[in-house]
Structures are given as C-alpha cells and as structure tokens.
C-alpha cells in the first residue's frame, strides 16, 4: 500500500509569494493533519481535518489556511510569505484503530528568498 | 511551561550496544498517549512506538521499548543492540486527550540526535 505522498517536495518562492502545498493521506484514513518543522526544532501543528472538517488549528496565523477534499486529500496554503516561513511541512494521516498513531510523508521543504 | 522535554540534544553509542533517550512530559489529562519518531537526513517521520497512559505494561517493538514511569511522567525510548542505521534524530510526542474523538494533535519535543559508531 502506497504511504503518505506529499507534493512537491522543494518549493523556493519569494517574499509576499503564496504557495500552495499538497497531501494525499494513506488509503482508508480519513484525517489529515499538517506540522511546521523549522530546522533544529520539532514539528509544530498547524491544522488537523477530519471528515473534510477542520478539527483543530494550532498557533499560527491567518495567512495558513488549509482543506480537505472528498477523497481525503489535502492542500495547505500560505498567504503572503514571510522568510521565516521557510520550514518542511509535513502531513500526517491517521489510523483510526488503536494507539492512532499518524504516519507521515515525506514533507515538502519550503524556502522563501 | 514546555510539554515535551528531551534534555539530551545529542547522544553517541557504540554499534550493538543499548542507548536510553529521556523524555518528560507535562499534562493535566488522565487520558494521553506518548510516541516516538525517529527522523533520518531525509526528513520523513518514522514512527516507533506508542504507550497509552492507562497501559499498564511497557511498550516494546522490537529492539525498541519504551520506559514508562508514571509518577515522574517520563516516557524514556530504549534502543537494544544499536546498529549504523540508528544515526537519525529521534523525537517524542504527546496526544493529549483519549483515543478517538477525532482530535490527533501530537505537541513534539526538541528531538535528540542520535549517533552509532562502529
């Protein structure tokens, strides 16, 4: 079975640019989250979608936005891009079942110049 | 106040030998789960292991277990026999609250960077 897949996997864009970032979750999970990985750090959570429902944000601020497809899929968006939003963004999807451990793919690094 | 502390930023080991990487944690919650991740230079996430708060045994996969201690909220990763392919930075995670209720947030550490020498 296919895992997480991300899309692309390096982005460099511009100050003030927007890029969107795409997900596509392991077959039969439903929920999508996405974390922010500056370098030396530990992921941090942006958003999480159930069900195409957003079902907790993390602190960032409005210019992420993200959504959730019928077939699960995701896209996160970030407006307006700030040399400190350079990062890797990582999406997770969840097994249902037991420990609901998430599984990750293999992010996308971002770098804004 | 953080909720994951990993206070070791870097730990060397010798190749078959065993190596503890610490993490505390800090919640309010009856109700959570602790996990680990080790991430390779090419930075996907690898999960490792999980131990649920109200599981009474230590979790164990394989070469790795995990050192559950309650009282002291700590959730240390033990790794038996270390091999070349165990240099990788190595995280711990919380998910606060009980398993289902769609909420899957994990809040991470600082991770360790673990080494293995030959």
């Known amino acids: 079975d296919a895992g997480v897949t991300q899309s692309p996997t390096h982005l460099i864009k511009t100050r003030g640019q927007q890029v969107t970032l795409r997900c596509s979750p392991i077959s039969g999970h439903k929920s999508v989250s996405w974390y922010q990985q500056v370098l030396g750090q530990g992921p941090q959570f942006i958003f999480q979608?159930?069900?195409?429902?957003?079902?907790g944000r993390g602190n960032f601020p409005d210019r992420f936005s993200a959504r959730q497809f019928p077939n699960y899929s995701s896209e996160l968006n970030v407006n307006a891009l700030l040399l400190g939003d350079s990062a890797l963004y990582l999406c997770a999807s969840t097994l249902e079942a037991g420990s609901y451990e998430q599984y990750f793919g293999p992010g996308t690094r971002l770098t804004v110049t | 106040a953080q909720k994951i502390t990993q206070t070791q930023p870097g730990m060397f080991v010798q190749e078959k030998e065993a190596v503890t990487l610490d993490c505390t944690y800090d919640?309010?919650?009856?109700?959570?789960?602790l996990f680990w991740y080790k991430q390779p230079s090419s930075g996907e996430m690898i999960f490792l292991i999980y131990?649920?708060?109200?599981?009474?045994q230590n979790a164990t996969e394989g070469r790795y277990s995990l050192n559950f201690q309650k009282a002291r909220k700590s959730a240390n990763l033990v790794i038996s026999a270390s091999q070349l392919g165990d240099s990788a930075m190595y995280f711990c995670?919380?998910?606060?609250?009980?398993?289902?209720?769609?909420?899957?947030?994990?809040?991470f550490g600082k991770g360790t960077l673990l080494t293995v020498n030959p």
């Open positions: 919640t309010s919650d009856q109700s959570y789960g």
């Open positions: 995670a919380m998910r606060e609250g009980g398993n289902g209720g769609s909420n899957y947030k994990l809040t």
């Open positions: 979608y159930y069900e195409k429902e957003e079902r």
């Open positions: 131990q649920g708060s109200y599981d009474e």
